[in-house]
């Protein structure tokens, strides 16, 4: 443990990370270097806030973990390899001077297990805890898989279970970064987005992007088994409460088969509907075709 | 002007961006993909928070401007040449609908202006306003120039003029991105670092990463001219105020000479001091040789 001050503590955190190959300079300068190369680079950020993605009472290791999760999750869904990360803090004035401990440990667990190099960040107190982090990483196989490929005949699928994050999962949530290289070498993978917001507003993206439409089977949505009933139901959860984390992608009928049938992920993949040429986003539930409710989680102001 | 919605919002930022040929996939996707090369890159972050590096009153356009310019600065630390940027965004809730448009447009005014295309982001909702920008770039020349190059016997300079930042030049200062680059190519920049927290905290930061002193001589050190009297000296306020964003850097004696002769920059270099052997930084003030206090701003907590 170090004392509240920044540069000791930033000063601390160099000390503890391992020198990497792909790194020139790291943690201490005015900008870390990373050795160029031929290929390209994915770049994504995410921002965690106290109080909106997390409270203070949850543990700060899984706080710390999440905020590299969310942004790997992001990678995976352009079946992207993470590299290097910088991570920018707002510390609350009155932590304890075990929070940012804590919290660098969590995101530095599963920087570790990930192979992402932590490489320089940004330290400031305010009212509130606040991490954001931003994450680099190479396209792999045929390169990035972005949201507007799907195409008419396509199937949807989904991997996982989705539903009821609150419970706990938003906060332990294995990104899919190895499920979607997998993905990405056994099919052709024509669209794909992670289900940040859920399926009732990342799906619409991927409509937007591609310029089709989706038709969606509301019974063949794989829900995660609650733990406990609320007055909302179950697919109400699945669509809408969002931080699943899971792959929403499109294949071909052929590679959509092969996937169910084979089920190479270690987690379930399962096919959900498919992209139809009419615009829009419809489901069909108890044999009734409608419009899908635009929903989840949306950040409004004004 | 468009309302309050995240994802409308997003669309209308992405209509704006012109296409730029170093970026594959800008805003709209999980992630933004910069094509590749041998270059190496360079990777800085800088959060700001309201009421810690700027209040609500000031010019929203200004605070944009400003979240883009202390990175810009980062990068001209290391002679760096900026490209791509992403932007994480908590929007206060209490937000009028032009807050967000107004920050936008003084962030892209100044990315416009420094060649920097904005290639994704992530907006959020909270109490308070908070802007993390981070900002990729390459090294130029002979590679990027470092903090810990200083060695005894090279002069210390800095451009402009120091002190009284919060009068006004936090929120307009110029990033010093052309002059570091032309610096760069005259001269053998041993060490350089930006003014962020003041001398009085970053000549400590030259220091401990060159493993060398430095002696400052205080009647050197150039003052911005204060438009307002207050309690303390303005050599006080040239080496602690901090945010005066200009460039400090080591270079051998004949450099030095060089540039504060012939000034090639369009903003004055100054000769304020020179490295050396003994550990330690002093300044001599008034024929007295005393140890410098370390302050400038330090971000603390617990």
């Not at 503890?16 to 770049?43: E, M, N, T």
Request: aromatic letters at 6%.
């Amino acid at each position: 443990l170090v004392s509240g001050h920044e540069f000791d503590w930033i000063a601390s955190l160099a000390r503890r990370v391992a020198r990497d190959s792909r790194v020139s300079v790291g943690i201490g300068d005015d900008a870390a270097v990373l050795f160029g190369g031929p290929r390209d680079w994915l770049v994504t950020v995410d921002m965690l806030l106290e109080d909106v993605h997390f409270t203070r009472d949850m543990p700060m290791t899984l706080v710390g973990r999440k905020a590299l999760a969310v942004n790997l999750s992001d990678i995976s869904a352009m079946a992207g390899d993470p590299v290097a990360a910088v991570v920018a803090l707002a510390l609350p004035r009155d932590a304890n001077d075990r929070l940012a401990d804590d919290l660098m440990a969590g995101l530095g667990d599963l920087a570790d297990e990930f192979h992402v190099a932590i490489v320089g960040g940004d330290t400031n107190v305010a009212d509130k805890l606040t991490v954001s982090v931003t994450l680099l990483g190479h396209p792999t196989g045929r390169g990035p898989v972005g949201r507007g490929g799907a195409r008419p005949g396509d199937v949807l699928c989904v991997t996982g279970q989705l539903g009821y994050s609150l419970l706990g999962r938003h906060l332990t949530f294995p990104p899919r970064v190895h499920e979607a290289q997998r993905l990405h070498q056994l099919v052709d993978l024509h669209a794909m987005i992670d289900l940040s917001d859920g399926i009732g507003s990342d799906l619409f993206h991927l409509a937007d992007r591609s310029g089709c439409g989706f038709l969606v089977d509301a019974a063949a949505i794989p829900i995660h088994s609650p733990t406990r009933k609320d007055d909302r139901s179950p697919l109400d959860h699945a669509v809408n409460d969002g931080e699943d984390f899971e792959l929403l992608f499109c294949v071909s009928a052929e590679d959509a088969d092969r996937l169910t049938a084979e089920q190479p992920l270690g987690t379930a993949i399962t096919a959900i509907g498919r992209a139809v040429a009419e615009p829009g986003v419809f489901w069909t539930k108890e044999g009734t075709r409608e419009a899908m409710p635009r929903g989840g989680f949306v950040h409004r102001w004004a």
